[in-house]
């Protein structure tokens, strides 16, 4: 607790530290607090320049982060969410404390420079070296060094965003991926800790300045459902053009590293001078587009320029998040839908600003699949409870679309390019890469559907096994039932209780014989008895059996 609490403080002062950095690269860069509140403008600094400005200033900001990046902390280029996942599944926790100082600098140079990135893969990386960094100081074991490093992430959420609860989920969802009481007790009070020191420095005001939205007919629900799947085909298609950019941009370059941000932040000051709303994080546009300051045709303009403004600025090298761009590209999106069917439907339509504000979540939760961080950190912004059901449902329904259009997120894409796997073995290991098929034990013979419990329960205690297979009476295999489930069915009220093994067959997650075991032993850890069936990938059908001491067996003799 005593570390949590550290932890978060650490990531909040860092936090303010980033903040104030960012502001004043900001300045120093383009002579305004935000750009892009005033696009177009002159830099007061440089008059005669005029807006032409914007050329430079990407150029300037690449040859100072270009070379911090390339010589001391390389894993601080991009946007940190990945390396951090990475770090937490594959790794042990283990991030290097320099990635802290040097993503402060890189990202800050980067926004305040022009790059069209967000803050929050910046601030989670920065947090999240530091809960490492502790841990390892503090000598802690791998486990408690994973909650550290969660710890750090949602720190650094909570007190740059103002979203303590946000906070909490985004470490849960994405950085460890699995929920426990501990887990939450810890991130809450680091995200509470660095909310509070966040708050001392900012105020206690959200990020966004958003008006009040309300849904003022029951046919809206209709039309959020519908703006969740296109947010989720949108969300999928910025993961793709970002990393489509990013391999263009590796095969264009042939140069050092160090000089890439540089010479691509000439492209970059392009795409600024033709669209100067792209400089930087963005907010303000964002604000004007949710209370309906822009035209249709604009609003889609500005979701395309946003795209590519982001994944140049990725693709050259910089260094920044993808969580306020995923928001803004949200925000044009529904403002554009809003606008568009409150045309075709006037008097059932509402407001143009409640779209924007869906379509902000429904896009992050289809590009990241963190539907519960995406509700949550829609509510703190609003504070506006009529919203949640529209936000619930389109943010759902694009989370599963997104599941059905891609196998990766925007996260994991990242890693999978690289060969990576977070589900996998860790590249290089010596053991769990073996396939399921090589190490499977022969099938237990199955139970017919219509097997009476009492026999089933014989059965099951002759055989060895906590679980067998279940046939029906054409053979095709419907799941498996365990000692524990027929025992508990023997022993509730005949009248109520099932009396065919067939009642109980539940089928559990599917393990395939041309898996590789490291995938199959996070289904056999969650499995009720003491193994799971291995289906043919082809058909579906039980071929073997995978047992706690087959894949034992199998460690052992790769060790």
Known sequence: MLLAVAVGAGAGAGSVVFRWCIKTFTHLFSGHADYAA?????????????????????????????????????????????????????????????????????SALTIGSGGSVGREGPIVQIGSALGSTLGRAAKVTEGRMKLLVACGAA?????TFNTPLAGVFFAMELILGTFSAEAFGATVLASVTASVIGRAAFGDVAFLSLPDFHVDHVAQYGLFALLGVFAAVVGVGFSRFLYLIEDACDWAWRGPEWLRPAVG?????????????????GYPVLEKATQGGYAIGFLLLLLVGKMLATSLTIG????????????????????AYGAGVHDLLPGSAGAVGAYALVGMGAVFAGASRAPITAVVI??????????????????VLATATSRLLSHDTIYTLKLRRRGIDLEGPARGAQIGAQRVGTVMEPLPSPLPASTMLADAADLLSLSGHGALPVVDTSGHYIGVVTAQSVAEALAEQPDAAPT?????????????????????????LSAAGTGVPVLDPEHGRPVGWLSHQSALRAVHSAA
């Open 38 to 106: 005033a696009p177009g403008t002159d830099n007061p600094h440089m008059p005669w320049l005029g807006p032409y400005f914007v050329l430079l200033a990407p150029v300037i900001g690449g040859l100072l982060y270009g070379p911090l990046v390339n010589r001391f902390a390389k894993e601080a280029r991009g946007h940190g969410v990945p390396e951090v996942m990475l770090a937490v599944a594959q790794r042990g926790a283990r991030i290097s404390p320099r990635v802290s100082v040097v993503k402060t600098l890189a």
């Open 500 to 524: 065919l093994a067939g009642q109980l067959a539940e089928p559990p997650a599917p393990v395939m014989a041309d898996q590789p075991l490291a995938q199959a032993l996070h289904v056999l």
């Open 378 to 395: 829609l509510f703190e912004l609003t504070g506006e409870y009529s919203i949640i059901l529209p936000l619930m449902l389109a943010i």
């Open 265 to 281: 932040g000439l492209a970059l000051g392009l795409v600024l001078l033709a669209l100067p709303e792209m400089y930087g994080v």
């Open 316 to 335: 050259i090298g910089g260094s920044g998040g993808v969580f306020a761009p995923s928001l803004f590209i949200g925000a044009m999106l529904g403002a």
């Open 155 to 159: 720190g650094g959420i909570a007190a």
